[in-house]
């Protein structure tokens, strides 16, 4: 076992720091896992998941010292292996000739229309449209940054880049977005 990272945070000091971060931070998690995801209840529980994975965290002695980076990285995670599962599954049923073959029907659809900067920017249905045809990665910064409204900084402690590489991720993953829109004038 480790020592706690800060001795003078009483335990009742950390179960405040989590509800705050609870009330802080649930709903735009959610949101965040909403887009990910296709499925809503899913959405909801990975939500929640995320956030008794870090107060067990937090039960073993460790801290954390800003919530919101912390949050998303696990969440992330956890969404990751909810996408790992979904594919063994998919891919057992290929393999019993009962799913589709087509390695897009495991990524997420992106059914919000939430992306207030990227629809100011993009001319709105078009950027959706032209947003769920963009690789996940991708997608997954620009909705950090656009529709969460994170920092580079803090998208590249969710992700575990560089704050460089995730600026480069987004600066490339808005060229994609505007090709796309550009190639297909007509999108929506």
Request: proline share 4%.
């Amino acid at each position: 076992k480790g020592k706690p990272l800060h001795p003078s945070l009483t335990m009742v000091d950390l179960r405040q720091r989590f509800a705050d971060a609870y009330e802080r931070y649930n709903d735009e998690l959610f949101r965040h896992c909403s887009l990910r995801l296709s499925d809503r209840e899913r959405a909801l529980e990975l939500t929640q998941e995320c956030f008794l994975r870090t107060w067990e965290y937090i039960e073993h002695g460790q801290t954390v010292d800003d919530f919101r980076p912390f949050l998303y990285r696990t969440l992330r995670n956890l969404i990751i292996d909810e996408y790992r599962r979904k594919k063994s599954y998919s891919l057992e049923g290929m393999l019993e000739g009962r799913e589709e073959t087509d390695i897009e029907k495991l990524m997420p659809q992106d059914e919000s229309n939430t992306l207030e900067a990227a629809i100011d920017r993009f001319e709105g249905s078009r950027a959706l449209d032209a947003l769920k045809q963009l690789p996940d990665p991708d997608r997954e910064v620009l909705t950090l940054r656009y529709v969460e409204s994170l920092s580079p900084k803090e998208i590249a402690d969710i992700v575990d880049e560089s704050e460089n590489a995730v600026s480069v991720r987004i600066h490339r993953g808005l060229k994609r977005l505007r090709a796309l829109l550009e190639a297909n004038p007509k999108m929506s």
